[in-house]
T-cell receptor
Framework: TQLLEQSPQFLSIQEGENLTVYCNSSSVFSSLQWYRQEPGEGPVLLVTVVTGGEVKKLKRLTFQFGDARKDSSLHITAAQPGDTGLYLC???????????FGGGTRVLVKP | NAGVTQTPKFRVLKTGQSMTLLCAQDMNHEYMYWYRQDPGMGLRLIHYSVGEGTTAKGEVPDGYNVSRLKKQNFLLGLESAAPSQTSVYFCASDTEGTEAFFGQGTRLTVV
């Protein structure tokens, strides 16, 4: 069982539709990050959330950190083919010091 | 700026052979990590280091060893490669709680 569980594992939608990816855990995190990975490349950071209840927006992407700092969500509005990729959540436990990743959500946006 | 550099980028090993993967970062980061990524999956932590001369086990440490003799370098060793270690290996570095920077990955095949 992974420390961070992402759902769904795979999402295929049409251009213009909205989507939400979830990242859940039973542990409390001091911070949680979302990365996006393209084929053949390493992950690249999208956002870091550190405060329970925090909401951050990055153009059409909205990130939310749960009040209890155990979960997070990524919402994409009006998805575009350029949003296609592997989305990964990662966090540092409140009582730990290592960066742990979820299993990833593969998003495919069809034109 | 080089960032995080991994060598080699590709390698094919025979079962039982040994090899060392090198990770170098020029950002003066304290933390360094080695992950493996299998097809369609997220990143699993193998070993990590919170500073020069220190190492710690991650989620999947068996069959691997690491060393951090210099702050800028983190080496991952496979003493006796097995087909189950076929994977893409990513090195990353960060300062605790901040953005993790990744290398381009090393694609390893064990036959």
């Amino acid at each position: 069982t992974q420390l961070l569980e992402q759902s769904p594992q795979f999402l295929s939608i049409q251009e213009g539709e909205n989507l939400t990816v979830y990242c859940n855990s039973s542990s409390v995190f001091s911070s949680l990050q979302w990365y996006r990975q393209e084929p053949g490349e390493g992950p690249v950071l999208l956002v870091t959330v550190v405060t329970g209840g925090e909401v951050k927006k990055l153009k059409r992407l909205t990130f939310q950190f749960g009040d209890a700092r155990k979960d997070s969500s990524l919402h994409i509005t009006a998805a575009q083919p350029g949003d296609t990729g592997l989305y990964l959540c990662a966090g540092i436990e409140a009582a730990g010091n290592k960066l742990t990743f979820g299993g990833g959500t593969r998003v495919l946006v069809k034109p | 700026n080089a960032g995080v550099t991994q060598t080699p980028k590709f390698r094919v090993l025979k079962t039982g052979q040994s090899m060392t993967l090198l990770c170098a970062q020029d950002m003066n980061h304290e933390y360094m990590y080695w992950y493996r990524q299998d097809p369609g999956m997220g990143l699993r932590l193998i070993h990590y280091s919170v500073g020069e001369g220190t190492t710690a086990k991650g989620e999947v440490p068996d069959g691997y060893n690491v060393s951090r003799l210099k702050k800028q370098n983190f080496l991952l060793g496979l003493e006796s490669a097995a087909p189950s270690q076929t994977s893409v290996y990513f090195c990353a570095s960060d300062t605790e709680g901040t953005e993790a920077f990744f290398g381009q990955g090393t694609r390893l095949t064990v036959v």
